[in-house]
């Protein structure tokens, strides 16, 4: 398929800047890190794993923006809160902590890569292309961040009370990256984004319960149905707005101008 | 993005070095051989090369800071990216200066620790407020490339090591010169909130540019080790010269003006004027200026600097945040499996 239908741009766009929003969020907050990582080496290392982040982001941008009409930078920058489409876990903040940052980046590559997987065989040749290019690089974060998981598991007393405790924070709020949104059967149906989301959640809880056995560690959470509204739907925590308004400051003070 | 070829030499006179082989080291310079690690060398230069390389090392990390606090902020994502790559490549030229510091017989970790406690120093011009957008173009532009100037020609000295780590960080430094660049021309070619964006951080970032290279030069500079060893090559004030001869004309083909200024404690500009001194001097071909404020300048080495503690406090607060971090690796498990 090269040209999206009508009826199904909406719920398609929404599944575009899921991920770009996803991706442009963990970006951003791995980003902070730069120059305060816990060791040179992997301050660098997980600088990269942002940069990679916002430039996926933007390759999910510009193909959103070409079906809205509208430019990459527009959408990073220049919503309303409740347009962004990302889930609770990129927003919440690592308070600096390693073990929290090293969790909230597992959870997310983990499922990234199976989005991207289903991504990949997408009848919409472009997002198809773009998802193949994409894959290999998450295949790399994915190997740092189940590494790190195991090496402070399996590290000091003090290094697996700390992991243990942010994936008891973070397991649960992960869970909203699973959020339907409107539309996204449509979507499953026409072979835009083929393969299922219950699937795709059993693969991550089992591929996660795996890495955390080997890293000595345990995860306890349960999908339910969920009642209230999540990211995915433009409902967000109650760090999303801060983090938004910080990205967006310089942005703001002239927004369409280059800078 | 820094250079630090103005740490002295300490000779130590009770040290007794053999004269021979004293005058083959310093024929080996003169000959524009390289000094290797595991040569012999004497005392002074080993402990003046180590504290340069240090204070290098410790400049450019925490040279991340001003400019990492704007990562988070910046207006494009073109901008988010290249800015993260910058400062990251700030923390790799700071991790390679620190394994040329390590060769020579610190550890990285004594290197750390004397950083936070106060004990070695890092670059002056890091003590200076990034307060807006315009400050990161700033930086980019005059201090990467007075860095530019400096590394050059330290690159041309004579310890094989430092010389090699020179040659690697001015070429990424290239890159962040033609980024900040392209940000300055981006904000003065902008509206008029943006080109005064940009003069106002100009006026912030002039002065400390010109004291970037250290204070003037004492009369015998070129006898003393520092220069006579090849630990750098060129002197303070020409130094200063060449960075003003370019980048004068520069500024003021892109519409900055040129001000002195006076700052508050915080380093804001509280009052400005033109600089009357500026005017190229059609004989030498050299710029003449105003002097940097030199006062200001050895009170904010000594600490008291509108930056100093801020600086200290957040590189203090990432070693400490990352302590357990370094002892899991140091002290966990053995023989981990592979995770995949």
């Known amino acids: ?23 442009l969020m963990l970006g951003h907050r791995n980003s902070d890190w730069t120059g305060l990582g816990p060791i040179l080496e992997e301050d660098i290392a997980f600088s990269s794993l942002a940069q990679d982040e916002i430039a996926h982001a933007s390759a999910f941008y510009e193909l959103a923006g070409e079906l809205l009409g509208t430019s990459s930078d527009e959408l990073a920058f220049g919503r309303t809160p409740e347009e962004y489409r990302c889930a609770a876990i990129v927003e919440v903040p690592d308070d600096f902590d390693w073990a929290s940052a090293i969790c909230r980046q597992f959870f997310c590559d983990e499922y990234d890569m199976l989005r991207l997987k289903r991504m990949t065989i997408s009848n919409y040749t472009p997002l198809a292309n773009l998802a193949g290019r994409i894959l290999a690089e998450e295949q790399v974060h994915i190997e740092h961040s189940e590494e790190w998981v195991v090496r402070l598991g399996r590290g000091t007393h003090e290094a697996r009370q700390r992991m243990q405790k942010a994936i008891d924070r973070l397991a649960p709020i992960a869970l909203w990256l699973f959020e339907p949104f409107d539309g996204l059967k449509s979507l ?72 | 993005m820094s250079g630090s070829g103005n740490v002295g030499v300490h000779v130590d006179h009770n040290i007794q070095e053999d004269p021979e082989k004293l005058a083959e080291f310093q024929q080996k310079i003169d000959d524009g051989m390289l000094i290797e690690v595991d040569d012999w060398m004497p005392e002074a230069y080993r402990t003046g090369m180590l504290k340069m390389a240090e204070h290098h090392a410790n400049s450019e990390i925490i040279g991340a800071l001003p400019e990492g606090e704007w990562i988070t902020r910046a207006p494009s994502l073109r901008r988010k990216l290249a800015l993260t790559a910058k400062v990251q490549d700030e923390v790799g030229h700071g991790q390679m200066l620190y394994r040329v510091s390590q060769d020579l017989g610190k550890t990285r970790d004594n290197m750390l620790r004397d950083l936070i406690t106060g004990k ?210 140091l002290h966990g498990s053995k023989n981990l499996p592979p995770a995949a």
């Not at chain 1, 398929?1 to 991706?23: G, V």
């Not at chain 1, 072979?191 to 991550?204: A, E, I, K, V």
């Not at chain 2, 010109?210 to 009369?219: A, I, Q, S, T, V």
């Not at chain 2, 004030?237 to 892109?254: H, M």
Request: with cysteine; net charge negative.
């Open chain 1, 1 to 23: 398929m090269q040209s999206i239908p009508d009826n199904l741009k909406p719920p398609f766009t929404d599944l575009l800047l899921a991920i770009a929003d996803d991706k």
């Open chain 1, 188 to 259: 499953i149906d026409a072979g835009l984004y083929p393969g299922s989301d219950f699937d795709m959640y059993d693969t991550w809880t089992t591929r996660i319960q795996d890495i955390l056995e080997k890293a000595e560690l345990t995860m306890h959470v349960e999908i339910g149905e969920p009642d209230d509204k999540g990211g995915r739907r433009g409902v967000h925590t109650e760090h999303f707005e801060p983090l938004l308004n910080d990205m967006c400051e310089v942005y703001r003070i002239e927004p369409g101008v280059a800078w």
């Open chain 2, 120 to 329: 070695t120093k890092y670059h002056n011009v890091f003590n200076y407020p990034a307060p807006t957008w315009g400050d990161i173009a700033m930086i980019q532009w005059l201090i990467d490339g007075a860095a530019i100037l400096n590394q050059g020609t330290l690159a041309d000295g004579a310890f094989g090591p430092y010389v090699r780590t020179m040659k690697r960080i001015n070429m990424e430094e290239a890159f962040h010169f033609k980024s900040g660049e392209d940000m300055v021309l981006t904000l003065m070619g902008g509206t008029m909130k943006q080109r005064e964006m940009g003069q106002e951080a100009f006026d912030r970032w002039w002065y400390p540019s010109l004291m970037f290279f250290g204070p003037r030069d004492k009369p015998n500079a070129e006898q003393l080790p520092p220069m006579r060893w090849r630990m750098k090559t060129v002197t303070n004030d020409g130094l200063r010269q060449r960075f003003i001869n370019r980048f004068a004309p520069a500024a003021l083909a892109l519409g900055l003006k040129i001000h002195v200024v006076e700052k508050d404690e915080h380093g804001m500009v509280t009052s400005k004027k033109p600089d009357e001194n500026l005017r190229l001097n059609e004989e030498t071909g050299n710029w003449e200026f105003t002097e940097p404020d030199w006062e200001e300048f050895f009170r904010v080495i000594r600490g008291h600097g509108p930056c100093n503690k801020q600086r200290l406090a957040l590189r203090r607060l990432s070693y400490e945040q990352g302590h357990w971090v370094r002892n899991a690796i």
